[in-house]
C-alpha cells in the first residue's frame, strides 16, 4: 500500500481499535495485523499524537507487576471517526471511477 495512503489511514484504524473497548499497544498491533501492518515505532507516536488531539484516552494500571497504558476512545474521537466514515463515502465513489471497466467516453 503507498505510504501516504497508509500514513493517512493508520490514525483512524487506531480509533477504531480502541471504540467499543479500552485496549493497550500490543493488542491494537494485534487488533489491526489482518487488516493493516504497524509496528510499534509507527504506533506509539500516533496514540501520542491522538492523545494530544483530544481523540482517545490514556489510564494506566498495573498488569502482572508492570505498569501498561490503555488507551480509550473519546466522545471527540468518535465524533472525528464518524466523520472519516462520510468522507469514505466520496472515496469509495472515486475508486469505482478510477476501477470501473467498460465504460470509455471516447
Not at 507487576?65 to 472515486?94: C, D, N, P, Q
Request: charged fraction near 35%; aromatic fraction near 12%.
Amino acid at each position: 500500500m503507498d505510504v501516504q495512503i497508509k500514513r493517512g489511514l493508520l490514525d483512524f484504524c487506531v480509533l477504531s481499535a480502541t471504540r467499543y473497548h479500552e485496549s493497550y499497544g500490543y493488542k491494537i498491533i494485534k487488533d489491526l495485523k489482518p487488516y493493516i501492518e504497524i509496528s510499534e515505532s509507527t504506533l506509539y507516536p500516533i496514540l501520542r499524537r491522538l492523545e494530544g488531539a483530544k481523540l482517545i484516552s490514556v489510564r494506566s494500571a498495573e498488569y502482572n507487576g508492570r505498569l501498561r497504558k490503555y488507551y480509550a476512545i473519546t466522545l471527540s474521537g468518535i465524533k472525528h471517526l464518524e466523520e472519516f466514515e462520510e468522507e469514505w463515502k466520496e472515496i469509495m465513489s472515486v475508486y469505482k471511477f478510477i476501477v470501473r471497466k467498460g465504460d470509455r467516453n471516447d
